[in-house]
């Protein structure tokens, strides 16, 4: 199975055809370990269903799909334009993509500056298929990465560095954060079909 196999269900909400192209394409450079890796390494900061072997995904789909029930119409959030419901669900696809940093290190824990990571896969992505994507969903996914590097919120403090991660600069990266929190929580076991 393709890698985008796993989050068809999640691709198909992206309406941008385009988008959903570049995404369909970037679930390709998932790395190996991201299938089967625990949220969490040590398991204090996430649920039992995301600190077992897969538990990535099941995290990451946890965070998409509380992301789209807080945007359905008449909810707080769903005033978010088409665009930005997109750039919404793809950097919650791949927020945590590179979450245990370069696949040729095989890290026990995880890396702190994940966040800043998945710019270099999404980089090769392109470089791979040049021209095959146009400057407006080139500018959607320069919007993905700045979202994904935020998506730490307030805990931007880098361990055993003076390095920050940068700041949310607005509701949409706000948004994005809060549906990883959520999804990170303790008290929150996602048991959907993944």
Same mark, same amino acid.
């Given at each position: 199975?393709?890698?985008?196999?796993?989050?068809?269900?999640?691709?198909?909400?992206?309406?941008?055809?385009?988008?959903?192209?570049?995404?369909? @394409? +970037?679930?390709?450079?998932?790395? @190996?370990?991201?299938?089967?890796?625990?949220?969490? !390494? /040590?398991?204090?900061?996430?649920?039992?269903?995301?600190?077992?072997?897969?538990? +990535?995904?099941?995290?990451?789909?946890?965070?998409? &799909?509380?992301?789209?029930?807080?945007?359905?119409?008449?909810?707080?959030?769903?005033?978010?334009? !088409?665009?930005?419901? @997109?750039?919404?669900?793809?950097?919650?696809?791949?927020? @945590?993509?590179?979450?245990?940093?370069?696949?040729?290190?095989?890290?026990?824990?995880?890396?702190?500056?994940?966040?800043? +990571?998945?710019?270099?896969?999404?980089? !090769?992505?392109?470089?791979?298929? /040049?021209?095959?994507?146009?400057?407006?969903?080139?500018?959607?996914?320069?919007?993905?990465?700045?979202?994904?590097?935020?998506?730490?919120?307030? &805990?931007?403090?880098?361990?055993?560095?003076?390095?920050?991660?940068?700041?949310?600069?607005?509701? +949409?990266?706000?948004?994005?954060?809060?549906?990883?929190?959520?999804?990170?929580?303790?008290?929150?076991?996602? /048991?959907?079909?993944?």
């Amino acid at each position: 199975m393709k890698r985008s196999g796993v989050f068809s269900k999640e691709l198909k909400l992206i309406v941008n055809q385009g988008f959903r192209a570049f995404c369909t @394409d +970037l679930c390709e450079y998932f790395p @190996d370990y991201f299938f089967v890796k625990p949220a969490s !390494s /040590t398991g204090k900061y996430h649920p039992d269903s995301s600190n077992v072997r897969g538990g +990535l995904v099941n995290h990451t789909k946890a965070a998409v &799909w509380i992301a789209v029930h807080r945007m359905v119409p008449g909810a707080l959030y769903s005033k978010f334009s !088409s665009e930005n419901q @997109d750039i919404i669900i793809a950097s919650l696809i791949f927020h @945590d993509m590179v979450k245990y940093g370069n696949p040729r290190a095989n890290a026990e824990y995880t890396d702190g500056r994940h966040p800043l +990571l998945v710019r270099a896969y999404v980089e !090769s992505c392109i470089e791979k298929n /040049t021209g095959k994507y146009s400057s407006e969903v080139l500018d959607m996914v320069e919007k993905m990465l700045v979202t994904i590097e935020c998506h730490h919120g307030n &805990w931007r403090n880098l361990y055993g560095s003076d390095e920050k991660l940068p700041e949310m600069q607005n509701s +949409l990266h706000r948004f994005v954060h809060e549906c990883d929190y959520l999804s990170s929580c303790k008290l929150f076991n996602f /048991t959907g079909n993944r």
